[in-house]
């Protein structure tokens, strides 16, 4: 019997798109939404948790898989930038007494800069841009 139903929900699934890492992101979404509005002493509307919930199926369920899969890539090109981002503003944080981190004025490389070194001259290790910056 449940093999019959795992039969039937494979068969179902064939040629459609299924759930991809932008899926689970929205189901978090849908679920953190759930659990907060619940808390809230005034009723939110449900029109968002409704969007969520469509937008999760509609996904799921498409036969458009190329264009499901942009979708992803262009999710995951934005968190990838996001969590970089924080991770530098981490190894910032645990470098800032040593070193100072200046971005290069040229093309926005960081470059790292030893502390107590007076006035020195920087030279961009990416496009050889140079600069003054106390140390
Ligand atoms: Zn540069």
Redesign the pocket.
């Known amino acids: 019997m449940l093999n019959r139903i795992r039969y039937k929900l494979a068969q179902f699934m064939q040629g459609r798109y299924g759930v991809d890492n932008l899926s689970r992101f929205l189901f978090g979404l849908l679920l953190v939404y759930l659990v907060v509005t619940m808390f809230l002493p005034f009723r939110f509307s449900s029109v968002i948790s409704g969007i969520l919930l469509v937008l999760l199926y509609y996904r799921t369920f498409s036969r458009n898989i190329p264009k499901r899969y942009e979708e992803n890539q262009k999710f995951l090109r934005l968190r990838d930038r996001f969590t970089s981002r924080f991770r530098n503003f981490r190894s910032d944080w645990a470098q800032r007494r040593e070193f100072h981190i200046y971005n290069?004025p040229?093309?926005r490389?960081r470059i790292r800069i030893p502390k107590g070194k007076g006035r020195i001259m920087v030279r961009?290790p990416?496009?050889g841009?140079e600069f003054e910056k106390r140390s």
Request: charge should be positive; hydrophobic fraction near 0%.
């Open positions: 290069c040229n093309c490389q961009c990416r496009c841009h």
